[in-house]
């Protein structure tokens, strides 16, 4: 055991001293660099970056310059605050800065070496809000407009926020009548449990519904643990606008902006490096054979295979094989985009040879494809992914459901008129299945909705992918109207 001891106390000593070599700038013969460039780390930087709400209440903006140690394995230690802006922003410039492990460390003598490097992160100023005891509070004058000067206001509104900018609690609209604030509406504020699991995690979804319990605004999916795994903006009900989804470790995964008829889309690794920038055409509809335009591809080690829309990609991901559904795999697709579409022979197949597709196309359009399953056989098709319609299309299943749905008498007597939101899955054979009420009005409608969309059973054509049916799950809005 002394031994050991004495052998620890030679080696211990090497090991701190080569750890503690930390280069400057001006001391590498290659100094080390964010992966994909300086501005994809800029832009990793804003678009993680979560203001504290006392600052944004203050309009607060400014630079926090931070120092760290870019570590041979792309991460980063040491970090530090150079300059202060204040100690909640330096806290969040820290935590973003820490989780960004895509560097490409400085070399030395031909070998890579720790170097310190020296990162400002901006903190943008906004225009200031009052923010009291958990509340944001909004003055708007009688023509709705918002005003700073709370005297001339004759409406006051309270949003309840946590110390994460998230909301907690009901939106109250006051109007001012005489000297006293009366409650003149209100947002209800809902958490709604989601069906299943994302990570084998329970989730919820936080928000703001209206009063056909759609939801309105910002709404947050999180896990029971409060780990926010997206947000999405949404306009009565139906995602419009900018929408986030986020890696485990907190960072943002993808991130979603409506520009006119475009969704511009980037993507990021768990490490931080860019992944992907990508448009989808919103304005087509969801049936148009591949509306999506890759610009830009990265590979994980920060190597840009796709640029301004031209180059080979090789796409990895871990799915679960079809030898073996207790065990995963890795599935590998490549191709060539030309101008920013797919183009020419398109392959995929997952590493333990249970699954393997090929496609040919021309100009984005796939001209045709072939598709093998272990233990099956091979399939051949033109659409890679068919969504399931109504035989007829919507006219016919417009048709349907007048000729087949009947107004309960109890909802016509209390004059109950809306929309039931139907959820349901169409499987393999074109039935209908797990049918259930996502939002109803009561009445008898939510079961008459119900039993039209079951009598709907087997009408339908089932979705497919290359070539392989499969199951979809499907929502679709029912109207009551007396008129």
């Not at 690794?269 to 054979?289: C, S």
């Not at 233990?375 to 399931?388: F, R």
Request: with cysteine; hydrophobic share 35%.
């Amino acid at each position: 055991m002394r031994y050991l001891y004495l052998l620890f106390l030679v080696v211990c000593p090497a090991l701190l001293f080569a750890q503690q070599t930390a280069y400057q700038l001006f001391e590498v013969d290659s100094v080390a660099e964010p992966r994909g460039g300086q501005a994809y780390l800029n832009l990793f930087l804003q678009t993680n970056l979560r203001k504290p709400i006392q600052a944004e209440a203050l309009g607060v903006g400014g630079r926090v310059m931070l120092t760290g140690v870019a570590e041979t394995d792309g991460s980063v230690s040491g970090i530090k605050v150079l300059t202060s802006l204040r100690p909640d922003c330096d806290r969040e410039a820290i935590r973003v800065f820490s989780l960004f492990k895509a560097w490409k460390p400085a070399s030395k003598g031909g070998k890579p070496v720790r170097q310190i490097v020296n990162i400002p992160i901006m903190f943008k100023a906004n225009e200031p809000f009052i923010y009291v005891n958990g509340n944001r509070i909004s003055y708007f004058d009688s023509a709705d407009k918002l005003t700073k000067d709370s005297t001339q206001a004759t409406f006051r509104q309270v949003i309840p926020l946590d110390t994460n900018g998230l909301p907690s609690d009901d939106i109250v609209l006051y109007r001012l009548k005489g000297k006293s604030w009366k409650v003149e509406r209100q947002l209800p504020f809902v958490r709604k449990n989601e069906p299943g699991s994302r990570a084998k995690l329970r989730t919820y979804q936080i928000g703001y519904q209206d009063a056909e319990h759609l939801w309105q605004g910002m709404a947050y999916t999180l896990t029971s643990d409060g780990q926010l795994l997206d947000q999405t903006y949404y306009e009565h009900g139906r995602p419009k606008g900018p929408r986030i989804t986020y890696h485990p470790n907190g960072l943002v995964a993808e991130k979603s902006d409506e520009v006119d008829t475009k969704r511009m889309i980037t993507a990021w690794y768990a490490t931080g490096q860019i992944k992907l920038i990508r448009t989808v055409d919103v304005a087509q509809p969801i049936v148009v054979r591949n509306p999506v335009l890759v610009s830009a591809y990265w590979d994980s080690t920060g190597n840009q295979q796709v640029k301004d829309g031209n180059g080979r990609a090789v796409f990895r991901e871990t799915v679960r094989s079809y030898a073996d559904t207790t065990k995963q795999t890795t599935f590998i697709e490549q191709g060539v985009y030309q101008d920013r579409v797919k183009q020419g022979v398109w392959t995929g197949r997952y590493e333990d040879g249970s699954y393997f597709y090929e496609e040919i196309y021309d100009k984005g359009v796939c001209q045709k494809g072939k598709a093998r399953t272990i233990g099956k056989d091979t399939v051949q098709y033109t659409v890679p992914e068919q969504l399931p319609e109504f035989k007829g299309g919507m006219p016919a299943l417009g048709q349907f459901l007048s000729q087949n749905l009947h107004y309960p008498p109890a909802a016509q007597r209390a004059k109950v008129q809306g929309r039931v939101f139907i959820s349901f899955v169409i499987n393999k054979e074109g039935e209908v299945e797990d049918v259930e009420v996502l939002k109803g009005i009561g009445f008898g409608t939510d079961e008459e909705a119900v039993r039209v969309v079951k009598a709907s059973s087997g009408r339908w054509v089932p979705g497919a992918q290359r070539g392989q049916k499969i199951k979809v799950k499907y929502n679709l809005p029912i109207n009551f109207s007396l008129q």
